[in-house]
């Protein structure tokens, strides 16, 4: 096991002895101590569930949330806090020519992904239908949330969470939040959508924005000889459940350079 995995399995293994799904963030550092591992900040941030210890996996295994202010809580049953990517089929994979920018291939980072996806009208095509369409484009930031929300009817109460939003779009006061990240992993956490749509649905309850509907959407992207693969997975949540995400509709890109005239 990594150092990361070490970590969580004593962390798994405290509170199990202890009878207390909460750890603190003292108990976090004091962990971290003692596996020499650098930034505690990381040590609990887990984006797929292969990176969890085998421990934490067996049976229906446990999932970790973030409480906010350091502290942590191991919630059982792993398929509720990670969400298996849908298979994509041949009638939802596409040839999408195109002149690539010089740099498009710059670097590897989220904002490059989704910069090449919204250059390319990818976005306006998978999310209106209408390479025409003209939304509003917010870059990423992060920001803090509070307040309350349910895992498959459990109240779950968190203070000042942290969240980075990749990118989020507006459209006639629809919103779509972004999470980006290269390769194709097999999973992912749910709270990545989710904490964003928290975010975003307090504001519409409350009237202080005009928000109609708000979608989440997962971006991937594989580099390939020639180009790039994107899959995009839009996602919804019916009611403020991290249990109650939907899968909207699902589409794959396969970036096709042509030459410039």
């Known amino acids: 096991m990594g150092k990361k995995q070490d970590v969580l399995e004593w962390l798994f293994h405290r509170s199990q002895n202890s009878g207390d799904p909460v750890i603190t963030g003292d108990e976090v550092r004091r962990a971290c101590d003692l596996f020499h591992f650098r930034n505690q900040f990381d040590a609990t941030k887990v984006d797929h569930s292969r990176l969890y ?14 409480l906010g202010k350091g502290s942590h809580q ?55 239908g209408d390479r025409r369409a003209n939304p509003q484009i917010y870059l990423a930031r992060r920001t803090k949330y509070t307040g309350l929300y349910t895992i498959a009817e459990s109240p779950v109460s968190v203070t000042q969470v942290q969240m980075e939003m990749d990118l989020v779009l507006e459209r006639n006061g629809d919103i779509t939040v972004f ?3 290269n390769g194709f992993p097999d999973d992912f956490a749910v709270h990545q959508l989710f904490h964003p749509y928290l975010y975003f649905d307090d504001f519409k309850r409350a009237g202080t924005l005009g928000i109609g509907r708000i979608d989440c959407c997962y971006l991937q992207r594989r580099r390939c000889r020639g180009g790039s693969v994107l899959r995009l997975h839009l996602y ?24 410039p005239l």
Do not use: C
């Not at 210890?53 to 973030?66: D, N, Q, S, Y």
């Not at 710059?106 to 910069?115: M, R």
């Open 53 to 66: 210890p085998e421990t934490m996996k067996r049976g229906a295994g446990h999932f970790i949330i973030h």
């Open 74 to 128: 191991f919630v059982p049953n792993t398929s509720l806090g990670f969400r298996r990517f849908e298979p994509i089929g041949p009638d939802d994979s596409i040839e999408w020519p195109y002149v690539p920018s010089v740099l498009n291939d710059f670097d590897s980072s989220e904002a490059n992904i989704l910069s090449v996806a919204f250059n390319q009208l990818i976005l306006h095509d998978f999310l209106y």
């Open 179 to 181: 999470e980006a990240k």
């Open 236 to 259: 919804r949540f019916s009611d403020r459940d991290l249990a109650s995400i939907e899968l909207i509709r699902a589409k794959e890109y396969k970036l096709k350079m042509e030459d």
